[in-house]
Structure formats: structure tokens, C-alpha cells
């Protein structure tokens, strides 16, 4: 009885909910190579296709050149397919056309911001949905709590 209740006390809280902290088996680079110009996305929020085309376009990276080593590439696109969103749940990207797919287009990203201004998004703290750490203060850890957003004008989400 006491371990059952231990091991409940250990549960997170919303463990049933969205979970997009760091991955274990996560390659190094992950970090280094995709968390330096932005934080390093969950690869739960894509869907596996999409995280291929991103893989297959690194050197035309959004206007940007994120090419790596085919070896570093292969394994960053095999952990991010492994871990991808169920097309089911994330949705594809709506802008999968030609340019790299964008996580902060997928129905999921839009149902879960629904409530967010189109001031907030054009804030100049903010600058691109992608920035993801504009509003929640805990991203870069991969917690997305509601409790945790603060909004770039400096008002609490919650409030
Ligand atoms: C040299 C800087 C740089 C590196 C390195 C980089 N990115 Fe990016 N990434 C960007 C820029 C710039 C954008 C576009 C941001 C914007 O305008 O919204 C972006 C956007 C993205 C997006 C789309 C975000 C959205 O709007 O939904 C994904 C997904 C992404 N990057 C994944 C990765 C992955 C995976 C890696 C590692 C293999 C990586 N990035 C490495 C610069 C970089
Ligand atoms: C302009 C501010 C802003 C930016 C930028 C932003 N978000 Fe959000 N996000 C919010 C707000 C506000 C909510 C809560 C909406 C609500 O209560 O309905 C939210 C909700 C969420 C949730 C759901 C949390 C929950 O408890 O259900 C997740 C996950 C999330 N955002 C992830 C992201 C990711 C990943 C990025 C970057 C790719 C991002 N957000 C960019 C403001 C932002």
C-alpha cells in the first residue's frame, strides 16, 4: 500500500496531458544543432513527413542555412520521426508547399492559440509564432503550463 501510494505521489501533475519535456534518448546534437537559433522544437508537435521535409532542406532552413553532416542530419531526422505527432492529432503543416512545413501551422497549433490577438502575435518581442519562449517563460524546458505564459506586454495569461 505505501509504494502504491509513493508511487502515485510521484505521477505528474496532467500526466494525461500534453507531455513536451526533452526527450531521453534525445542525440546531443539535438540541442546544440536545432536549439541554437530557436529552442529546440518538440518533435512530438510535427508530423513524421513534415519533420522529413525540414530534415530534407536544412541548407534552405526558412531563409536561413541549418545544413549538418549527412551522419548528424540521418540521426536528428530518425529521433525526430521516431518521437513525430500523430498526423491524427498535430494535423500536416497547412503550408507544406514547396517551402519547409511550420509546427505553428498545423490545425493543433492554431486550436491550441485560437484565443491569442493578432496584436500579441505582431508584438515586436514576439516577431514569429515560432518564438515560442515570447510567451511561454518555460518553453526551453518544454513546459507550456498556462500558469507559466506571460504575455509580451507583461500581462500574466492566467489573470
Ligand atoms: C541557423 C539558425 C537555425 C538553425 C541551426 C536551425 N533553425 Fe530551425 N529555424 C530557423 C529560422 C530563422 C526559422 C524561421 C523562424 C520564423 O521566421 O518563424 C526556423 C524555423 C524552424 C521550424 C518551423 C517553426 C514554425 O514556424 O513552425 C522548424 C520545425 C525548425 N526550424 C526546425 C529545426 C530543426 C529540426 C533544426 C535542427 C536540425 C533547426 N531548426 C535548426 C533557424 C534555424
Ligand atoms: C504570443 C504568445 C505565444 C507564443 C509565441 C506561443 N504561444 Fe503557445 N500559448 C499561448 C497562450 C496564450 C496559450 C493558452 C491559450 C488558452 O488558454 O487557450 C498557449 C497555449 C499553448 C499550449 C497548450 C498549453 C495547455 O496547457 O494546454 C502549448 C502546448 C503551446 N502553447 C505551445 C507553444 C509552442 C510550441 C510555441 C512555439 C512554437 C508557442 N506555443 C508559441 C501563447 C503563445
Not at 25 to 31: G, I, K, N, T, Y
Not at 56 to 75: C, F, I, P, S, V
Not at 77 to 106: C, I, W, Y
Request: net charge positive; glycine share 6%; with cysteine.
Amino acid at each position: 500500500m505505501k509504494k502504491l501510494l509513493l508511487f502515485l505521489a510521484c505521477l505528474p501533475l496532467g500526466a494525461f496531458a500534453d507531455d513536451l519535456r526533452p526527450l531521453r534518448d534525445a542525440p546531443p546534437a539535438f540541442q546544440a544543432e536545432c536549439g541554437s537559433c530557436h529552442i529546440a522544437f518538440p518533435p512530438q508537435l510535427l508530423a513524421a513527413d513534415d519533420w522529413r521535409q525540414v530534415m530534407r532542406t536544412l541548407d534552405k532552413h526558412y531563409g536561413d542555412n541549418a545544413g549538418l553532416d549527412e551522419k548528424t542530419r540521418q540521426a536528428l531526422e530518425d529521433f525526430l520521426v521516431r518521437h513525430a505527432g500523430k498526423a491524427a492529432k498535430v494535423g500536416a503543416s497547412l503550408t507544406n508547399m514547396g517551402t519547409a512545413p511550420r509546427l505553428t501551422q498545423t490545425a493543433w497549433f492554431q486550436r491550441k492559440h485560437r484565443e491569442v490577438s493578432s496584436a500579441d502575435w505582431r508584438h515586436a518581442k514576439v516577431k514569429t509564432p515560432a518564438n515560442c519562449a515570447a510567451c511561454h517563460t518555460k518553453a526551453a524546458e518544454g513546459s507550456y503550463r498556462e500558469r507559466e505564459i506571460v504575455m509580451p506586454d507583461g500581462r500574466r495569461w492566467e489573470d
